[in-house]
């Protein structure tokens, strides 16, 4: 079955670059996403890539997808306190509409 | 009101109560989601409800009951339920594959 495994907590200084990492078993994940969860709202998308790419950049956050080790992650640069959350990873298949999500990332930014 | 509503915010229940979870979406979206997120877990989708499919996840007990009378309206109905059932139970509609919007969620304790 679908399985996409996350690490659940991560540390960081401000101004550091964070890089949340995320595998996923399906190999038929056309798209994979990462979601945003702020304390004590629902989830909010962030940012996602198709599978054929292998790069994704938009302003402060880089997606990097290796599709044969069915490897995501996301980096953070310039990790601010407003970025302490928890991130989610979630694939979708082709045709489906739901997504398959992780357990989620807690990131903790320092000041 | 604008995106996603859920209402209660927060329900406290005995195990033999009869309670019912609704979500409002005012985004003109065509697929509307139930998903359970329990600490330290994956987000785990229960029911979705579109134009194409009405997805049940089987592992979902039937204590629990969707209803989804029209595009922009999504109860889940709550019945005999369980300690293990307390969770934050979150709403997300789409229109777009794969592009959620969640609510805030509705935390349910169950004594």
């Known amino acids: 079955g679908e399985d996409v495994e996350q690490s659940l907590f991560l540390s960081v200084r401000e101004g550091d670059s964070s890089v949340i990492n995320c595998t996923y078993t399906?190999?038929?994940?056309?798209?994979l996403y990462w979601y945003k969860q702020e304390p004590g709202a629902g989830l909010q998308l962030l940012t996602y890539?198709?599978?054929?790419?292998d790069m994704k950049q938009d302003q402060r956050l880089t997606v990097l997808l290796n599709k044969k080790d069915k490897h995501l992650s996301l980096r953070i640069a310039d990790t601010q306190t407003g970025d302490s959350a928890i991130y989610f990873c979630?694939?979708?298949?082709?045709?489906?509409?739901?997504?398959?999500f992780g357990s989620g990332t807690r990131l903790q930014v320092q000041p | 009101e604008t995106g996603v509503t859920q209402t209660p915010r927060h329900l406290v229940m005995g195990m033999t109560n009869k309670k019912s979870l609704k979500c409002e979406q005012h985004?003109?979206?065509?697929?509307m989601y139930w998903y359970k997120q329990s600490a330290k877990k994956p987000l785990e989708l229960m029911f979705v409800?579109?134009?194409?499919?009405?997805?049940e996840n089987n592992s979902v007990p039937s204590r629990f009951s969707p209803e989804c009378p029209n595009s922009s309206h999504l109860f889940l109905h709550l019945h005999t339920l369980q300690p293990e059932d307390s969770a934050l139970y979150l709403c997300?509609?789409?229109?777009?594959?794969?592009?959620?919007?969640f609510g805030e969620g509705s935390r349910l304790t169950v004594l």
């Open positions: 985004l003109g979206h065509n697929a």
């Open positions: 399906d190999s038929s994940s056309t798209y």
């Open positions: 409800y579109s134009l194409e499919e009405r997805v």
């Open positions: 979630a694939e979708a298949e082709t045709g489906r509409r739901a997504l398959t």
């Open positions: 997300a509609s789409s229109q777009v594959y794969g592009e959620l919007f």
């Open positions: 890539i198709f599978s054929n790419m």
